[in-house]
């Protein structure tokens, strides 16, 4: 696995086939955190199955530098993270974002650090993971806290609730009105878990969150340390003594890479646990943290728990739906639980592994907490249905995506995937999310040459996608100075003439069909040609060299009409296509299109030749024919 090689002193490896584990154990069990613990070393763990290759990176998601309210440099956290064996952190300042290169220093193969946010506000603190530009915070008219989470999405982050249920004036007040955020923290070590006085903010925390979950929307659950100073050791939940120190708690996340779109892919899909020391290793048939069983029948549901614990105190607890169904006393090291359940219906699972440590002055230490795994029994929740009429139009150096919503009516948001190609296209890591209708690609339009191709899918409540590939693009061709024949692959929302053309310097434009010639001329003040169609080729008088960038829809397929005789047409399509295959279809007899050499030259194509869009060519049938194009 790229970017992860620190070499793991265990692994766990699951089959889909069959629920087995094998752990293998190293000599030593120390992490090397400083002496303040002892647990495993090399949290890890990778399946072998073609469905599931991830390996872990184990991270910290909330703490301050001297770019705000903390007293360590980027520098000296991120040397203290990797010490504690850490994959990632994500600085977090207070409404400050520290340059991307702070961050960039510390990345090596095995460690990465990303820049985030803890916008601090009035109705309370939302991390934003991932981000590249600060998120304002100011709240008021016209501005509330979904448009704080808003802002944090379209940036491809994750919107995070820091310390939600905290004391004071730091926890979250708009449950039940603003809640667009991905997650929410759930574990702070520096006070131990559900010893918070005068109120248990984390066990608070996880109530609100199993409320979610009850009412069928999914929220990732997180747990990270908030330190304000690296020098902070684990103080095991001293309440006299409340400070966080990197790493307690952490999250152990299965990531498909070590990188950016990496992290935050897994954790919002929810495949990580939050530990400040065991090892929690829990699966339903097969099925890792964040997946979803599904069953046409009731059915025997075969749970695995496994890992570490660090005291002889240790119980496991299997809850469902909010309620535990099972639990277990374990000794201090390794464990093993095999359990049946009934799936008789719809359910969320998770694990915990809870540590008493009988003193009133510490809360509970060696704690874990998994996100969970659900069964779905038939009738199967569908995802939601797609967006439609997805659009991209050049808005100057921007391109402006818009989509009518999907008639859905638990779309909980809008992933956006962006390539740079058509036939490559990956839905592992969307570009932004939104719950708007429309997004803005920032310096992708006029001045930029790259062609880009969008994909806009809606997400439920529950975290299903819909699977549409309809796509919109931004593309561009050089055009010399001189006389071209011309197409475009895509449909403009707008098809006027000018607003075709309007990055290409020209004076005059041709097309034909059976009527004969249609033409503009920029010295005549009147002109029969004042929109362009996607299906038709046109010659185009280029004044001087110029980049023809255009945006708008993909066409999943385009009809085209041709009569008797000879056709100028384009080729509405990104998918290149011999002249044979078209000579197989239609009583074509001849096709010639641009030779290659000055840019007014025809030639005549033969049966191996290719069609490629943004070139117009001509076609000679023997009788009127109907050619469809697909792509």
């Not at 803005?440 to 001045?447: L, S």
């Not at 607003?499 to 005059?508: A, E, I, K, M, P």
Request: aromatic letters at 12%; a negative charge.
């Amino acid at each position: 696995m790229r970017g992860l090689r620190r070499p793991s002193r265990f692994s766990v490896v699951l089959t889909s086939s069959v629920l087995s584990i094998l752990v293998i154990i190293s000599l030593a069990p120390s992490l090397g955190f400083e002496g303040e613990r002892t647990s495993p070393s090399g949290e890890s763990y990778a399946s072998l199955t073609s469905e599931t290759n991830y390996s872990v990176a184990i991270g910290d998601g909330h703490m301050h530098s001297i770019y705000s309210t903390g007293e360590t440099t980027v520098h000296e956290n991120s040397d203290v993270a990797k010490s504690r064996s850490l994959n990632w952190i994500v600085v977090t300042d207070h409404n400050v974002v520290p340059p991307q290169s702070v961050c960039d220093a510390e990345n090596t193969a095995d460690f990465l650090c990303l820049i985030g946010d803890e916008v601090t506000t009035s109705g309370g603190d939302i991390l934003g993971w991932g981000l590249s530009q600060l998120v304002p915070w100011n709240l008021g008219p016209g501005r509330n806290m979904n448009d704080i989470f808003e802002d944090i999405r379209t940036q491809g982050g994750l919107a995070v609730l820091a310390h939600p249920m905290a004391p004071g004036g730091k926890h979250y007040q708009h449950f039940g009105v603003y809640e667009n955020f991905d997650g929410l923290e759930i574990y702070h070590g520096y006070s131990g878990f559900n010893a918070d006085p005068p109120t248990r903010m984390d066990s608070d925390a996880v109530s609100q969150w199993e409320s979610y979950l009850n009412a069928g929307i999914r929220k990732i659950a997180v747990g990270d340390s908030d330190c304000h100073n690296a020098s902070n050791q684990w103080n095991e939940g001293d309440l006299f003594n409340r400070q966080g120190a990197i790493g307690f708690p952490r999250n152990v996340v299965l990531v498909e890479e070590l990188s950016r779109e990496g992290i935050l892919e897994a954790v919002s899909k929810g495949r990580l646990y939050i530990t400040d020391g065991p090892v929690l290793n829990f699966t339903i048939d097969g099925h890792i943290l964040g997946e979803t069983i599904r069953s046409s029948a009731p059915a025997t549901l075969n749970v695995s728990i496994s890992g570490y614990a660090n005291k002889s105190t240790s119980r496991v607890d299997l809850i469902r739906n909010g309620s535990v169904i099972g639990s277990w006393f374990v000794g201090a090291g390794w464990f093993s639980i095999q359990e049946a359940t009934a799936g008789d219906s719809d359910y969320w699972y998770r694990a915990e592994i809870r540590t008493n440590t009988s003193s009133l002055l510490k809360g509970e230490t060696y704690v874990a907490f998994s996100n969970p795994v659900f069964f779905d029994l038939e009738p199967y929740d569908l995802p939601p249905a797609p967006p439609e009429n997805l659009m991209a139009e050049l808005n100057g150096n921007d391109v402006s995506l818009s989509w009518n919503p999907s008639p859905s009516a638990d779309v909980d948001r809008y992933n956006i995937y962006v390539s740079d190609s058509y036939g490559n296209f990956s839905f592992l890591y969307p570009v932004a999310k939104t719950v708007s209708t429309n997004w803005t690609h920032e310096g992708a339009g006029i001045g930029n040459d790259e062609d880009f191709f969008y994909v806009v899918r809606a997400v439920d409540k529950m975290g299903y996608e819909d699977n549409n590939t309809r796509k919109a693009a931004k593309t561009s061709r050089f055009l010399a100075g001189g006389k071209h024949l011309i197409s475009f692959p895509v449909v403009p929302a707008n098809d006027s003439l000018g607003s075709v053309l309007q990055t290409v310097g020209f004076d005059r434009v041709w097309t034909y069909d059976s009527s004969g010639w249609t033409t503009f001329s920029s010295f005549k003040v009147y002109s029969a040609l004042r929109s362009m169609t996607h299906t038709s080729g046109y010659w185009v008088n280029v004044t001087q060299d110029s980049h023809f960038v255009l945006a708008g829809a993909v066409p999943v397929q385009t009809t085209i009409q041709l009569r008797e005789g000879w056709n100028l047409v384009s080729y509405p399509s990104f998918i290149q296509a011999d002249v044979a295959d078209l000579m197989a279809g239609m009583p074509l007899q001849r096709v010639e299109g641009p030779a290659g050499g000055p840019p007014h030259f025809l030639r005549r194509y033969s049966a191996l030749d290719t069609l490629q869009s943004f070139q117009g060519y001509w076609f000679e049938v023997s009788a009127n024919a109907t050619w469809v194009v697909q792509g």
